[in-house]
């Protein structure tokens, strides 16, 4: 790959993605197998409109079938599935239809709510059809009017789907064929909002109406443990909650609970709602004009401002013994941008903690939405 982004100030290399190397393996297969020709190369026309040349590994011949091989290449993003052989068997078949199975290392479905039905191999639509498309348009080259089988496998993808997302979102034994654009853009956050977004669809296929969202494991591990909330369904917003909530609303849910870390959560009280720290840190700021409205010294506020940590300035209001009222103030605030986020479309609550003062705050519609998990003892 010779296409780059521009992330963050630096000049990243993309690359090319699991459904885009199935693809490009079943076009070459289908082409030494109807041709009788060798390919050491193969070309393919990615959804975004970038043509790829990718290199063949691993060729063998049988009388009526032809296996080849794509290395995954992701560029300089990060990706389990980076450097692994994504293979094509490709054989003649009596029936006039091209079927397409998945093999070992590609996943199998096993819940519903994601874009390929239950107990079918994990290759998503796109993949699917720009296989089915280039291998039509090699049929009607050489005027083959019978069927072809068509196997995708990859050595390795059932160890490698353990690092993966596979394992919450039900796919079991291998990895994803995936890609919408056939392109993989060095630290996409399209890529993690398609992940959300999919969680969130399997949540609102099992009936579940009442969505808990954490920034991370942190959220997650205090809800287990200081809320004794028994959880099994949930969603990871990272640092998308705007998009996240957008997509509550789309998707039909009634409640959201957002459980975050101070650091995180604190960004909301300002209308924050991608709360990477590039994009925005107001923490420190809400902190310290909070206390100074509440009555404390030009000098706390100087410390509030300067603190280098959220824990440092919540250990800095509990000194001052103005914890309580400042995030009491917050929350408030954290409330009524939630609120205008999702238009009254859906009761949203919202519960702060941080490491050291543990429960630091909530707003009305958490307790609400607590006792709803607590007394059913599950999320629907």
């Known amino acids: 790959m010779r296409e780059y982004a521009i992330v963050a100030g630096k000049k990243l ?47 063998t011949r049988e009388k009526t079938a032809v ?26 078949i009596s029936q006039p239809q091209i079927l397409l199975v998945g093999g070992v290392g590609v996943g199998r479905v096993t819940k519903p709510g994601l874009s390929v039905p ?16 280039e291998v039509e348009k090699i049929k009607q080259q050489y005027a083959y009017a019978a069927g072809l089988k068509i196997t995708i496998f990859v050595p390795g993808g059932e160890e490698v789907a353990k ?9 079991i034994n291998g990895i994803s064929i995936l890609g919408t ?46 809320l004794h909330l028994d959880l099994e369904d949930y969603v990871v917003c990272s640092n998308f909650i705007g998009e ?3 997509y509550a609303v789309y998707s039909g849910f009634t409640q959201l609970l957002l459980i975050g870390h101070a650091g995180k959560l604190i960004k909301v009280a300002q209308g924050v ?25 030009r000098e706390v506020g100087q410390r509030l401002y300067m603190a280098t940590t959220t824990e440092e300035a919540l250990n ?23 609120t205008q986020r999702v238009q009254g479309k859906l009761t949203v609550g919202a519960i702060m903690f941080s490491m050291q003062q543990q429960l630091l705050g909530k707003n009305k519609e958490a307790d609400l939405l607590l006792t709803n998990l607590k007394t059913e003892g599950k999320l629907r």
């Open 13 to 59: 290399r993309c690359g090319y993605t699991t459904g885009s190397c199935a693809a490009a393996a079943a076009k070459a297969a289908v082409i030494m197998l109807l041709s009788g020709q060798n390919l050491e190369q193969v070309q393919l026309a990615t959804p975004k409109g970038i043509v790829l040349n990718l290199d063949l590994e691993a060729i």
């Open 67 to 92: 296996t080849c091989a794509i290395r995954k290449d992701a560029g300089d993003d990060y990706d389990d599935t980076n450097h692994l052989l994504i293979y094509a068997k490709v054989e003649k």
């Open 118 to 133: 239950i107990g079918e191999a994990a290759i998503n639509p796109i993949p699917r059809k720009m296989l089915t498309t």
């Open 163 to 171: 690092k993966t997302f596979n394992p919450r979102l039900g796919i």
């Open 181 to 226: 654009s056939g392109i993989v853009e060095p630290m996409s956050e399209k890529a993690l909002l398609d992940t959300i977004h999919v969680e969130m669809d399997m949540l609102k296929a099992k009936g579940i109406k009442l969505l808990p969202v954490f920034f991370g494991n942190y959220g997650v591990d205090f809800a287990r443990h200081s």
């Open 244 to 246: 996240t909530l957008d």
């Open 273 to 297: 709602m991608n709360t990477h720290s590039r994009i925005a840190d107001c923490r420190t700021e809400v902190l310290a004009v909070e206390a100074l409205l509440l009555g404390a010294s």
């Open 316 to 338: 800095i209001l509990a000194k001052e013994s103005i914890l309580e009222p400042v995030m009491a103030k917050v929350m408030k605030r954290i409330s009524y941008y939630l």
